[in-house]
């Protein structure tokens, strides 16, 4: 940063309080401000929208699930209940990410 001594007139190299040559104390650089928008927040409202029911279903298919599997009569059904409450948290949000956001 080049700047000029108002008094003497001398190149100064660096940002200095007074000038080294004559003493005279220099300005203070204007330092613009700097404008900060707000970030639009990212619409993903509806993509955790499915979360809420899978925290709903989960218990319930993994004890209907579970029971079912241990008595080995619905293991054909408990087996699947039991895989889908594991898939549960992941298909709300999977789903719902396809969702046409509207433009604000």
Not at 69 to 98: C, D, E, K, R, S
Request: contains cysteine.
């Amino acid at each position: 940063m080049n700047t000029q001594c108002l008094k003497c007139h001398s190149t100064l190299t660096a940002a200095w309080h007074f000038c080294p040559i004559c003493g005279e104390k220099m300005a203070a650089p204007v330092e613009e401000p700097v404008l900060h928008h707000d970030p639009e927040p990212a619409p993903v409202g509806e993509s955790f929208g499915g979360l809420a029911v899978a925290v709903v279903t989960i218990p319930l298919l993994l004890v209907v699930g579970t029971l079912l599997t241990i008595t080995g009569i619905g293991a054909v059904i408990g087996i699947p209940m039991i895989l889908a409450a594991i898939v549960a948290p992941l298909a709300g949000p999977v789903l719902g990410m396809n969702k046409v956001h509207p433009i604000r």
